[in-house]
């Protein structure tokens, strides 16, 4: 049985569900860019699209595109030309549910993109200070999966 396809933000202060995906798109404009953080904003067309904690709040980026994100954590969601939302890829809980099949925008791209894959991987030992650190970490993230309550009781964020 495949994966419901559900997502949300960081904190989960936001949570959906969709009925089906389509057309899984990276695009670089550079309104993209800044809305992300990132180099590109991957996007894929949110069909029957249910919010089923909290909604998205909406910034109006141009005269066409309405931009959702969650106002507690900050995490992109949705963008909408009014067609119908396309939702955040990365905010899926099973992100391989929408793996990109087209660029657009690519007067924008970022000329560094292309070379990212190539980029020299740096491996952290298990007795370096980066290991040492991750193993510190308690994550406050929502889990990649619907909760009937968040954030449990014991895990007090601020
Ligand atoms: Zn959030």
Known sequence: MSNPITGGCQCGAVRFRAGKLSDPTICHCRMCQKAFGSFYAPLATAHDLVWTRGAPKLFQS??????????????????????GPAIA?????????????????????????????????????????????????????????DTDTWPPADNQTA
């Not at 099949?101 to 007067?107: E, H, P, T």
């Not at 970022?110 to 994550?139: H, N, W």
């Open 62 to 83: 141009s005269n066409r595109v309405l931009r959702g994100f969650c106002e507690t954590c900050g995490t992109p969601l949705t963008y909408d030309y009014g067609a």
């Open 89 to 145: 890829i990365g905010a899926l809980d099973h992100p391989g549910q929408a793996a990109p099949l087209v660029q657009v925008c690519v007067d924008d791209r970022q000329p560094f993109v292309d070379g990212l894959a190539d980029l020299p991987v740096r491996e952290f030992g298990p007795e370096s200070d980066e290991a040492r650190f991750m193993a510190t970490i308690q994550t406050y993230q929502h889990p990649d999966a």
